[in-house]
């Protein structure tokens, strides 16, 4: 009898997790947990031309394949690529070398930046037009140096 009640303990536990993931599944998502990946091609629309904003600088894309970044009074140009895993990746010095940076869409106006396990809400509207880097002096005045 003792197996038996055993395997009623079993089979009622299998039916709790088996309806716990059900539920789950079908729960909808909250806002703030969508990340909807760019494609290449999206990135690229979205940054060439344009200066991405970091809190204490920014990145500036003239093209598809230069990059010109500020970073706490400090310039430095580099290279760069879109990726279809929804990243930029790019080499400086001053950062340590090569990273990727991820970049989401969150409806309905919002994008996602991840790096490592930290994360930052821009609004799409804060990629502004042109060379725009926020909180330098002028657009085109040299900071305190300038790496290459």
């Known amino acids: 009898m003792g197996h038996m009640m055993k395997r009623r303990k079993d089979i009622f536990a299998f039916g709790v997790l088996i309806l716990f993931l059900i539920c789950a599944a079908g729960s909808p998502?909250?806002?703030?947990?969508?990340?909807?990946?760019f494609t290449k091609e999206e990135l690229e629309e979205l940054l060439i031309g344009n200066t991405y904003p970091l809190v204490?600088?920014?990145f500036y894309f003239p093209d598809g394949v230069n990059m010109v970044a500020l970073w706490k009074g400090v310039i430095e140009e580099t290279t760069w690529e879109a990726t279809d895993e929804s990243s930029i990746c790019y080499s400086l010095k001053m950062f340590g070398g090569y990273e990727c940076l991820g970049l989401?869409?969150?409806?309905?106006?919002l994008?996602?930046?991840?790096?490592?396990?930290?994360?930052?809400?821009?609004?799409?509207?804060?990629?502004?037009?042109?060379?725009?880097?926020?909180?330098?002096?002028t657009?085109?005045?040299e900071t305190e140096r300038t790496i290459k």
């Open 29 to 37: 998502a909250r806002a703030e947990d969508v990340y909807i990946p």
């Open 56 to 58: 204490k600088g920014g």
């Open 104 to 109: 989401y869409k969150r409806p309905p106006d």
């Open 111 to 137: 994008l996602i930046q991840v790096f490592e396990d930290q994360e930052r809400v821009w609004k799409l509207s804060d990629v502004r037009e042109g060379k725009q880097f926020y909180g330098s002096r």
């Open 139 to 141: 657009n085109d005045q």
